[in-house]
């Protein structure tokens, strides 16, 4: 079987357009405030917004594919994202799910860090011992 074509692949579409796309599609979902940023250096992006009364942070982490131009390879990076973003904002409008649910992950607490970064060592522990911490302190 032939392996899936990904999205997005070989796009000429300048990344300054998708995050322009981005930020028209949060507007258009009722986001109170947005926030997008790349560093060039370290080819890592974020974008950030509130939805709802709850803020979100989704990363674009670096991606070295040392076959391919580094350029190309944040374009289709940011044109995934804004597939995602489509997706999840369309099935939340239509009432199937909520912001919290398809966002969560990406949840900023307060502390700063986002509900993944938060939960994901403490996941890969319980799956490596079968053991599951209590999330919060006694």
Do not use: C
Request: hydrophobic share 40%; proline share 5%.
């Amino acid at each position: 079987m032939k392996p899936a074509r990904r999205y997005a692949l070989g796009t000429d579409v300048p990344v300054s357009k998708t995050r322009g796309e981005i930020e028209s599609l949060l507007v258009k979902h009722g986001a109170a405030q947005m926030l997008s940023g790349t560093d060039r250096a370290s080819r890592t992006g974020f974008i950030g917004f509130t939805l709802h009364g709850r803020q979100y942070r989704i990363p674009l982490l670096a991606r070295r594919d040392n076959h391919r131009d580094a350029d190309q390879v944040e374009r289709e990076q940011w044109r995934a994202l804004l597939l995602i973003l489509k997706g999840k904002l369309e099935f939340i409008a239509s009432g199937h799910s909520t912001p919290e649910v398809e966002f969560l992950a990406h949840t900023v607490l307060p502390n700063g860090k986002t509900v993944g970064a938060e939960l994901a060592p403490r996941l890969a522990e319980a799956y490596d011992t079968g053991q599951v911490r209590a999330l919060l302190p006694e």
